[in-house]
Structures are given as structure tokens and as C-alpha cells.
């Protein structure tokens, strides 16, 4: 009896724990702020962060994707069509199914604001919309170049912390959240979560006021940084997560500390009503499970056929499933790069016989050419 009681109690304290976020949906809008080709790492961040969330369950009609410049179609991208995290290359996190929603020269302050509070005209997209609600969970994932209160959007403008703050203000008045993540990868971060007041909110910083956001991966090839820091890290510790995972947002603060980032990440829970401890990563970086509730009597008690007498009855017998890593990155981050077979670049032959022509004449002159050919 008393180990029924204890049973009874552990599934009731887990049933507890599933449905203490109050959450039946999640939403991530992820956006990259910064143009031009030595700012490639900013794409990657972005990219790898959307990759994570696809991987942990949070549909493409749920992201908000948003990039001010397309890298992977960039003249000087001598992988065209891909986009790198890691400097061995291995990791192309553009993949074959991204989906951007706002591109270029449509990644604004402006936009960036109507697509958070939902003013946004009636012709535009359900793709390009947060169609978010009072049960929502949304994850904010920014990154660019920053300073003290203010993040700079195409080089051209800027988004002060006053006015992300009301912006957020205005979703919580019209019931457009339930709870919100906002991460932020850029110089001075922690500046930019000071002016926050509305409820239910936690944010995350890769640095504090004063401090630079280091880039990270520097790759000889390409001829640019690769990744952030903090996204780097980031990136890392989400790779051990799947969709059961107990891992809580106390582990999330850990993430990239001051020995690896040589900045120092910042965070604010002064905000959210739920203890971080209780709260877990897939609150935010995963998706709500579809449940189907029925009014119909389901039969429990009908015989279990084993697996050994379904295949006698000509049955199909299936596997047990599992999750499993959809890429390896631990294993990417410290394998060498593969070797490859050498060839002389374009150019390279020509350039050689004109060199011994030179030289020939220098020491000859042009009347003994013949005896070369």
C-alpha cells in the first residue's frame, strides 16, 4: 500500500511539474542585426540558435526568422550556399530547409517592433507574423553590434533600451505572452534588460555594461570570425538537451562564464514569477506536446501481445525509439580538420613557365629559345 501511495505521489509531482508552466504554446523570434561580411559571425549566431529550436520541436510557422544580410548567397562566401559555426567547416548551419522571413533590407527597428506588439498591416503574411497569445512562450534571441543602452540595427539605426522595454510592456497589455525569454549576444548586453518592468520576463546578457562580446572560431579560409563567444557555448550546451530533458535555467545561467568568455554573461529573474530552478530549457527552446483529449472510454486492459508473438502472427514488429544527437557538435568542436589533396590553384602552371621563359632569357637571351622546344 505504501508503495502504491509513493508511486501515486511521484506521478502526481511530475504531472505537477509539466503543467506548472501554464503554457500551450512556444514562439521564437530570432534576429540578426548586423550587414556587410566581417559581421558573418552574427548570421551564424542566429542561424545556430534557430537550428536548436527547430531541433527541440518549435515549428518553422512558430520562428520568426530575421537577417540583415544573406551570407550564404554573398559574393565573397567561398562556400556558396552555406553557412559556418565551426572552423573545420563540418557544422553548416544555413542547412537545406531555412526559412527567413524578413530579409535585408526589411530588418528595421520598425519591423522588428510591429512584429513584436502585432501592429503590422493587414496584407502581411501569417509567415511574418508572431501570432502569439496569453498562453505563449516566447524566446528573443538578438544579436549585433551594441553599447551602452542600445543596439544598432544595419548600421544605420539604432534600438535603445527604453524602447524594447515598451515594447515588451505593450505585449504583456495585450495578453501577447505568457512568459518570455530574452537573450542578447552583444558589446555591453546587460544594458540592454535595465529598463525591463513587465511581469513574467527573464532575460540573459553575454556582457556586462563596460564590457566587449568577443568573437570566437576565427577561420583562415573564409577570412572571418565564425561564431560569438556566448553563442558558441550556447550553442554547446544546447546540443546536450532533447525534448525529455530535466535541465533547468539555473544550468542555462552557467553557460559561457568569464574563463571562456572573457566577458562576463549577465541575467535578470527579479521579473519572472516562477523560481528559475523549476523552470526548464525546453520551457522556452522547445515546443508544448500536441495532447488530443477525448470523451470516449479507452480500454487499458486488453492483453499485451510480445513482440516474439506478433512476429509468429506475421505482425510488424517495431523498435524501440529513442532520441539521438541530430549532429554530433561535441565531437565537431574537437576533431582535426580532414586532409586534403593538394592541387595547384588556377593559374599556378602558367605562371610557372612564364617564370622560367624569364629567366631563360635573362641568361641566354631569345636566340637560343629553340633549344627549349
Known amino acids: ?144 553590434h551594441g553599447g551602452n543602452g542600445f543596439l544598432k540595427f544595419q548600421d ?44 513574467n520576463l527573464m532575460a540573459l546578457a553575454s556582457s556586462q555594461v563596460g564590457e566587449d562580446s568577443l ?11 565564425l561564431m560569438d563567444r556566448y553563442t558558441f557555448y550556447l550553442l554547446e550546451f544546447l546540443e546536450d538537451i532533447h525534448p525529455a530533458s530535466q535541465a533547468n535555467m539555473n544550468d542555462l545561467f552557467k553557460v559561457c562564464p568569464k574563463s571562456q568568455c572573457v566577458s562576463t554573461p549577465g541575467h535578470r529573474t527579479d521579473l519572472f514569477q516562477r523560481n528559475p530552478e523549476s523552470v526548464l530549457i525546453t520551457d522556452f527552446f522547445g515546443s508544448v506536446r500536441k495532447v488530443e483529449i477525448t470523451m470516449e472510454t479507452v480500454n487499458l486492459t486488453s492483453p499485451i501481445i510480445p513482440l516474439e508473438d506478433q512476429s509468429a502472427m506475421g505482425g510488424r514488429a517495431t523498435e524501440a525509439q529513442s532520441y539521438v544527437d541530430q549532429l554530433p557538435v561535441a565531437q565537431i568542436i574537437h576533431q582535426k580538420p580532414k586532409q586534403k589533396d593538394w592541387h595547384p590553384p588556377d593559374g599556378f602552371i602558367l605562371g610557372l613557365w612564364t617564370l622560367i621563359l624569364l629567366v631563360f632569357f635573362k641568361t641566354y637571351g631569345i636566340k637560343h629559345l629553340k633549344h627549349i622546344f
Open 1 to 144: 500500500m505504501f508503495v502504491a501511495m509513493a508511486a501515486g505521489d511521484h506521478i502526481e509531482a511530475k504531472a505537477a511539474t509539466f503543467f506548472s508552466s501554464g503554457h500551450t504554446n512556444n514562439w521564437a523570434v530570432l534576429v540578426c542585426t548586423s550587414r556587410f561580411w566581417f559581421n558573418y559571425r552574427h548570421v551564424a549566431n542566429t542561424l545556430s540558435v534557430y537550428r536548436s529550436v527547430k531541433r527541440l520541436g518549435i515549428p518553422d510557422s512558430h520562428i520568426v526568422l530575421m537577417l540583415a544580410d544573406d551570407m550564404a548567397c554573398s559574393h565573397r562566401n567561398p562556400k556558396p550556399a552555406t553557412v559556418f559555426s565551426h572552423k573545420n567547416m563540418e557544422l553548416n548551419v544555413y542547412g537545406d530547409d531555412v526559412e527567413v522571413d524578413y530579409r535585408g533590407y526589411e530588418v528595421t527597428v520598425e519591423n522588428f517592433l510591429r512584429v513584436l506588439t502585432g501592429r503590422l498591416p493587414t496584407s502581411t503574411p501569417r509567415s511574418k507574423r508572431l501570432l502569439s497569445d496569453d498562453r505563449s512562450n516566447i524566446l528573443i534571441y538578438l544579436t549585433g
Open 156 to 199: 544605420s539605426e539604432e534600438i535603445s533600451n527604453v524602447e524594447l522595454a515598451d515594447a515588451f510592456e505593450q505585449m504583456w497589455q495585450k495578453r501577447r505572452y505568457n512568459e518570455l525569454l530574452f537573450i542578447i549576444d552583444t558589446c555591453q548586453g546587460a544594458s540592454m534588460y535595465e529598463r525591463f518592468y513587465s511581469p
Open 215 to 225: 568573437s570566437h572560431q576565427p577561420d583562415l579560409a573564409i577570412g572571418v570570425h
